[in-house]
């Protein structure tokens, strides 16, 4: 039997001793690893500005306070996406306004958001769902229409692209995660991309307190002024050297999750029990965050005896999300949504195993994956 982790980061010698140089120094805060790790990842998605930050929540977060929306306010978001997405709007003191999934990709439906737009509404908020890009040039197009600020969550979308631009050059500002089982990790951290100078100007200030200079521009030490509101919301010399080493293995990394989806596609597409979304298609390159794959109405409730077969026989799986995020708790209380209000993200929520594509694992894996699907299948159907 194999040993198949859903997600594993990949790290070796080289993250390693960059911890360890960090450790031997005497800066762990504050120091230069930070701006060069922006540099790299600035160069990686060709994006004039980048931000390091501790968490995509906390870019997601900042990039609200930063607009100024608040308490009166609403943000259109999408029903399917992890919670984060939607407690950045809701910290921010806006109102979520929520859209159902695209059936075919997992998406925001974006021919759905115009019915949500009120005098009230100040932004969209879109995620590209397993890395497959949103439509962003359609959904732009109604941005501009209504003057909306556009907020892209990438937290899954590293390596996504349209027509060769990088997904978070887009919108007004894109948001990304480096938790371990993501494209690439710095254990904890996030980062933020922007096109425009005076907003990455701003960006950088507030996520460090509001302080007008950082420790470097300052010319006695300890002397500074703060002229703004802001967070603590940076990343650290550990988590930045961490970074700098994985930003060099992502074409690698990215190359190896597309070669494993692409065999566990074919491998799954002529299961008829099975739907599976859209990925890549036309100018739009998916990053293959992961594969999940839609049972059908008539195994939708066998879902997790097929996960404890796959667990069983070695098989790491996830869910990509267990709920719509209107049906979790604190939003079904605080909104009053009923079931059924977005089906399509009910389908996938409800109806979804995700299955793992990382660069920890090899095409025999896939068939290996694929196998086990199939056998899993067949044994909760008789």
Same mark, same amino acid.
Request: charged share 25%.
């Given at each position: 039997?194999?040993?198949?982790?859903?997600?594993?980061?990949?790290? @070796? @010698?080289?993250?390693?001793?960059?911890?360890?140089?960090?450790?031997?120094?005497?800066?762990?805060? &504050?120091?230069?690893?930070?701006?060069?790790?922006?540099?790299?990842?600035?160069?990686?998605?060709?994006?004039?500005?980048?931000?390091?930050?501790?968490?995509?929540?906390?870019?997601?977060?900042?990039?609200?306070?930063?607009?100024?929306?608040?308490?009166?306010?609403?943000?259109?978001?999408?029903?399917?996406?992890?919670?984060?997405?939607?407690?950045?709007?809701?910290?921010?003191?806006?109102? %979520?306004?929520?859209?159902?999934?695209?059936?075919?990709?997992?998406?925001?439906?974006?021919?759905?958001?115009?019915?949500?737009?009120?005098?009230?509404?100040?932004?969209?908020?879109?995620?590209?769902?397993?890395?497959?890009?949103?439509?962003?040039?359609?959904?732009?197009?109604?941005?501009?229409?209504?003057?909306?600020?556009?907020?892209?969550?990438?937290?899954?979308?590293?390596?996504?692209?349209?027509?060769?631009? &990088?997904?978070?050059?887009?919108?007004?500002?894109?948001?990304?995660?480096?938790?371990?089982?993501?494209?690439?990790?710095?254990?904890?951290?996030?980062?933020?991309?922007?096109?425009? &100078?005076?907003?990455?100007?701003?960006?950088?200030?507030?996520?460090?307190?509001?302080?007008?200079?950082?420790?470097?521009?300052?010319?006695? %030490?300890?002397?500074?002024?703060?002229?703004?509101?802001?967070?603590? !919301?940076?990343?650290?010399?550990?988590?930045?050297?961490?970074?700098?080493?994985?930003?060099?293995?992502?074409?690698?990394?990215?190359?190896?999750?597309?070669?494993?989806?692409?065999?566990?596609?074919?491998?799954?597409?002529?299961?008829?029990?099975?739907?599976?979304?859209?990925?890549?298609?036309?100018?739009?390159?998916?990053?293959?965050?992961?594969?999940?794959?839609?049972?059908?109405?008539?195994?939708?409730?066998?879902?997790?005896?097929?996960?404890?077969?796959?667990?069983?026989?070695?098989?790491?799986?996830?869910?990509? !999300?267990?709920?719509?995020?209107?049906?979790?708790?604190?939003?079904?209380?605080?909104?009053?949504?009923?079931?059924?209000?977005?089906?399509?993200?009910?389908?996938?929520? !409800?109806?979804?195993?995700?299955?793992?594509?990382? %660069?920890?694992?090899?095409?025999?894996?896939?068939?290996?994956?694929?196998?086990?699907?199939?056998?899993?299948?067949?044994?909760?159907?008789?």
């Amino acid at each position: 039997m194999r040993a198949i982790p859903f997600g594993k980061p990949i790290i @070796d @010698d080289h993250e390693k001793n960059a911890v360890m140089d960090v450790l031997s120094g005497n800066i762990l805060v &504050h120091g230069p690893y930070a701006k060069e790790f922006e540099k790299s990842f600035a160069t990686f998605t060709n994006s004039p500005y980048a931000i390091s930050t501790s968490s995509c929540t906390a870019s997601l977060h900042l990039s609200y306070f930063t607009f100024g929306i608040g308490k009166g306010d609403e943000v259109i978001v999408p029903a399917q996406t992890h919670v984060a997405t939607v407690h950045a709007v809701e910290l921010s003191g806006a109102t %979520p306004v929520f859209v159902d999934a695209d059936y075919t990709t997992g998406n925001i439906d974006i021919d759905q958001i115009e019915a949500k737009i009120t005098d009230k509404t100040k932004a969209i908020s879109i995620v590209h769902f397993l890395g497959m890009p949103v439509d962003m040039p359609k959904l732009m197009q109604i941005a501009k229409k209504h003057n909306l600020k556009v907020i892209e969550d990438c937290a899954l979308a590293i390596g996504s692209k349209i027509n060769g631009k &990088h997904v978070g050059l887009f919108g007004d500002t894109g948001s990304f995660s480096f938790y371990p089982v993501k494209h690439m990790t710095t254990a904890e951290g996030g980062m933020l991309i922007t096109t425009h &100078h005076d907003l990455a100007e701003k960006l950088t200030r507030q996520k460090a307190f509001g302080v007008d200079r950082t420790v470097s521009e300052r010319k006695v %030490p300890g002397e500074y002024d703060v002229n703004m509101l802001g967070f603590n !919301y940076r990343m650290n010399e550990i988590e930045a050297v961490i970074g700098i080493e994985q930003v060099k293995k992502l074409p690698t990394f990215l190359l190896k999750r597309r070669e494993n989806f692409e065999v566990l596609e074919t491998q799954l597409k002529e299961i008829a029990e099975i739907d599976l979304l859209q990925s890549s298609y036309d100018n739009l390159q998916s990053s293959h965050y992961c594969l999940s794959i839609i049972l059908n109405d008539q195994l939708k409730d066998k879902r997790f005896e097929i996960v404890k077969f796959l667990r069983e026989n070695g098989v790491g799986t996830s869910i990509y !999300y267990p709920r719509p995020v209107p049906d979790f708790t604190y939003y079904k209380n605080r909104y009053n949504y009923k079931e059924n209000e977005f089906p399509n993200a009910a389908r996938i929520s !409800y109806q979804s195993i995700a299955l793992p594509v990382g %660069p920890h694992l090899n095409v025999e894996d896939m068939q290996y994956i694929a196998d086990m699907v199939k056998n899993s299948i067949n044994i909760v159907k008789n």
